[in-house]
């Protein structure tokens, strides 16, 4: 079964420093998703990022990439210029690429705080 | 992106009541839909995967015939909560698969559960 290791409980940066979010997992699957949710306060998740394993580029989306290692099975994400919104929790996530079970299986979390 | 509705976001109940939550894809149709279960300060946990116009499929571990499941049509699955508890306390999430969005999940605002 797939697992998905968040190593860091809690995190905390300066307010528009950089942080690096450590994710890995285990799979014996070549076609997969990687994610990257947040969930604030609200408990809303809110999808950030996704990564095909298929593509070597490493997915970015504006202040957030992530570093993709397929080899090592590791998928960090790092936030750039951090703001104080980005203050929540963070869950990596795996998802198969099979038709016949798509469940996302997530990390333990990482509780992310942003210091002014 | 797509938008899922969680109804109600919050409730409590008294034990042994029965309780029913429903999960909406408000602007697609959701042929699958999965219900998730959060403790405090914990990670997401999938109790079930519901299929539209057939039953639903639990994980291991997860009691059936206390979580009811129901996926009638291709835009509303509810859960119930049999003879609520207060274990049975927590914070539930569904979420939907729009197949116009590959490998993306969509998530709805989480209902808080309280069972006196």
């Known amino acids: 079964a797939q697992t998905v290791t968040q190593s860091q409980p809690e995190m905390s940066v300066q307010e528009a420093e950089t942080v690096t979010l450590s994710c890995t997992y285990d799979?014996?699957?070549?076609?997969?998703?990687l994610f990257w949710y947040k969930q604030p306060p609200s408990r809303q998740m809110i999808l950030v990022i996704r990564q095909e394993a298929y593509k070597q580029q490493n997915a970015t989306e504006n202040r957030f990439s992530v570093n993709f290692q397929k080899a090592a099975k590791s998928f960090s994400l790092k936030i750039s210029d951090s703001q104080l919104g980005d203050a929540a929790m963070y869950f990596c996530?795996?998802?198969?690429?099979?038709?016949?079970?798509?469940?996302?299986?997530f990390g333990q979390g990482t509780r992310l705080t942003i210091n002014p | 992106g797509a938008v899922v509705s969680q109804h109600p976001s919050w409730v409590i109940c008294k034990s042994g009541t029965s309780v029913k939550i429903e999960c909406r894809s408000l602007?697609?149709?959701?042929?699958?839909m999965f219900w998730y279960r959060q403790f405090p300060k914990q990670s997401l946990m999938l109790m079930a995967t519901?299929?539209?116009?057939?039953?639903?499929?639990?994980e291991q571990g997860v009691e059936k015939d206390k979580f009811l499941i129901n996926h009638a049509s291709l835009t509303l699955s509810t859960l119930t909560v049999t003879s609520a508890h207060p274990e049975d306390s927590s914070f539930y999430i569904c979420s939907a698969r729009d197949p116009s969005w590959v490998g993306e999940l969509f998530f709805g605002e989480g209902s808080r559960l309280t069972v006196l």
């Open positions: 799979t014996s699957e070549s076609d997969y998703y």
């Open positions: 996530a795996y998802r198969t690429i099979i038709q016949g079970a798509q469940k996302l299986v």
């Open positions: 602007d697609f149709q959701a042929t699958t």
């Open positions: 519901s299929n539209e116009g057939s039953k639903a499929t639990y």
